[in-house]
């Protein structure tokens, strides 16, 4: 399994979308608060979010097997969707404007956490996808560690956020083409 592209591309497409969730995650109530939003607001936006992230699970639990041929099409598209709530994140000026934001934010994170699982099924045979999976986790690790002390450091250094949406930007844009660069479904 090592030495198959898939596993690579899987894990470091996988461990790149999670760990700007995580990121987001320590970061949208002072990234609120900062913009001058009450820690109210802030909860309705994380609310918002999350609301949006049940709904994202439900539709890829329905498209998950409809679109069984396309698994690397449908990772992209959710990051790609994450992409497009954190560009109008960037740009919000209004709560009006934070909330279909968040609303994309949480739909496409929420949809992608099942997404590991179901590359890995897609590439890998059923009596090894628990090992696979399992091997595939460190990969996550040092994104997770070193993530959210940068996001604190470039808002110590910078004043804001921005730097750090442009980043997470960066980071789902290499998960994306992680999972475009997947070979053709096996299975």
């Known amino acids: 399994m090592y030495s198959q592209a898939a596993f690579w591309l899987i894990g470091l497409c996988v461990a790149l979308g999670f760990n700007v969730a995580i990121i987001l995650a320590i970061c949208y109530p002072p990234l609120f608060l900062s913009q001058g939003y009450s820690v109210a607001q802030a909860g309705w936006f994380v609310s918002c979010a999350g609301i949006a992230g049940l709904a994202g699970k439900t539709i890829f639990a329905w498209l998950a097997d409809a679109a069984r041929a396309y698994a690397r099409w449908v990772a992209a598209g959710l990051l790609l969707i994450q992409i497009a709530g954190m560009s109008l994140l960037y740009g919000a000026g209004s709560a009006a404007e934070v909330i279909p934001a968040v609303c994309l934010l949480g739909f496409g994170g929420g949809a992608f956490i099942p997404v590991h699982p ?3 099924s897609r590439y890998f045979d059923v009596s090894i996808i628990g090992q696979v999976n399992g091997a595939q986790m460190p990969l ?9 002390p940068l996001a604190g450091y470039a808002y110590d250094s910078l004043g804001n956020y921005d730097a750090v949406l ?13 999972a475009l660069c997947l070979p053709g479904n096996r299975r």
Do not use: K, R, T
Not at 140 to 148: Q, S
Not at 166 to 178: D, E, Q, T
């Open 166 to 178: 442009i980043a997470l930007m960066i980071m789902l844009g290499a998960s994306a083409l992680c």
């Open 140 to 148: 996550f690790l040092p994104f997770g560690l070193v993530g959210a």
């Open 118 to 120: 179901y590359l890995n």
